[in-house]
């Protein structure tokens, strides 16, 4: 499974979106739902599954798919 795919298939974990069906423009609460505690617990399985460590910061900053997976592909 490439990144990309696992990194989607985490997010439908939270969302009641399927995988398949996320595309890199959906925002994170507006399109899929997440809440705060979605999005932290969300941030911590990508810290453990990828092996990378997340700054508050940077995440704070991150609203869609897309966004999310460039700064997964910088951190690894």
Do not use: W
């Not at 932290?40 to 508050?56: A, N, Q, R």
């Amino acid at each position: 499974m490439s990144n990309e795919m696992q990194f989607k298939t985490i997010i439908a974990q939270y969302s009641s979106v399927k995988a398949e069906d996320i595309t890199n423009e959906m925002k994170f609460r507006e399109d899929l739902g997440f809440t705060s505690l979605d999005f932290m617990s969300f941030l911590g399985e990508l810290e453990d599954t990828f092996d990378v460590e997340l700054e508050e910061e940077n995440a704070a900053e991150v609203y869609t798919v897309g966004e999310a997976l460039e700064l997964l592909e910088k951190l690894s």
